[in-house]
């Protein structure tokens, strides 16, 4: 029988240990975790992401600011905007909701953004770290979602055969490095990998993000498998991931919904705090 790999065990512990920092930093009588986040343009899915994540920072009494510019601002009005947000003490996460519009280059934010600051591991210095094994850097909270459930359900990752389909900034290459520093072997597969189910059916581990409904069946993975499904779609059931619903084949999978997303807001939160403390020289 197949394991269903909820997230909601993986986050609660991550809820119990930021319950106990914010209790700590109260103690201690520092300010108040702040995250903001910079949004361009009003895209439902992005309004309501916000939505989301203001309920969650609530929740933990974390505060939550809301900066939000026209789709048609330009790249000047962006870049003063998130150079106002890295000089301001009371902000110590910074969180720019993507993908932004094709006028402001990417790469530039990325360069902008404070890497104290970058709870979402998007500036080109926290890329550089997690490539050099530093585990201190904040990494994309998606990556690190998987890691955080990886460890919760396998006793270790040594050794561990490990193929991810996906290479982008946010999912495939940052956590190609962080399953490195778990001494897994890793294997990066893309849009243009010849026989993709000859790859994964080798893996002990697959992790799928090609944003597709669906598209993994029982053809891609060995029998005992452990399949981590990033994938966030919708079809005419709802919303679902990258594998077929109900796979019964492998030995375990993630749900969608239910699975990783569960766990990428926690981790958010958690790298606000951490970011609070690189910001103050290791103490919140
Ligand atoms: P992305 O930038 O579009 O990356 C998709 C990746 O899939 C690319 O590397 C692409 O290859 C690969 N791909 C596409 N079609 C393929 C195929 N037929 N065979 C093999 N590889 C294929 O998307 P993303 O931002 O990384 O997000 C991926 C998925 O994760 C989306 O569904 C997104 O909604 C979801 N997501 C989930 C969370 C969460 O917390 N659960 C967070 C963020 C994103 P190329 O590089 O060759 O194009």
């Not at 975790?33 to 989301?52: F, H, Q, S």
């Not at 006793?155 to 778990?182: D, Y």
């Not at 993709?196 to 669906?214: F, Q």
Request: with cysteine; charged share 25%; glycine share 8%.
């Amino acid at each position: 029988m197949t394991k269903q790999l909820l997230g909601k065990p993986v986050a609660d512990v991550l809820r119990q240990s930021l319950r106990e920092e914010i209790r700590e930093i109260k103690a201690q009588g520092g300010k108040t975790p702040t995250l903001a986040i910079l949004r361009v343009g009003d895209k439902k899915d992005d309004i309501a992401y916000e939505e989301r994540l203001k309920k969650n920072c609530l929740e933990m009494e974390l505060d939550c600011r809301s900066v939000s510019l026209p789709e048609a601002a330009p790249q000047e009005t962006f870049l003063a905007t998130l150079d106002a947000l890295n000089k301001d003490d009371d902000v110590h996460g910074i969180l720019v909701l993507r993908p932004l519009p094709e006028t402001i280059d990417s790469r530039l934010v990325s360069r902008a953004i404070d890497p104290s600051k970058d709870v979402d591991g998007m500036s080109f210095e926290n890329t550089a770290r997690i490539c050099s094994g530093d585990t201190s850097a904040l990494a994309p909270c998606t990556a690190v979602a998987v890691i955080e459930i990886l460890r919760h359900y396998e006793p270790s990752l040594q050794g561990k055969e490990i193929v991810l389909v996906n290479r982008s900034m946010v999912l495939g290459k940052p956590l190609a490095m962080l399953l490195l520093n778990e001494n897994a072997t890793v294997t990066v597969c893309h849009s243009k990998t010849a026989d993709l189910s000859a790859v994964t059916r080798r893996a002990e581990i697959v992790v799928t993000g090609v944003g597709r409904p669906g598209f993994f069946d029982e053809s891609y993975f060995a029998p005992d498998a452990v399949v981590i499904d990033v994938g966030i779609n919708f079809d005419d059931q709802g919303m679902c991931g990258d594998v077929v619903r109900g796979l019964g084949t492998v030995a375990a999978v993630t749900p969608v919904p239910g699975g990783v997303g569960t766990v990428t807001s926690v981790v958010l939160l958690h790298n606000v705090l951490r970011a609070m403390k690189l910001q103050n020289g290791g103490r919140y």
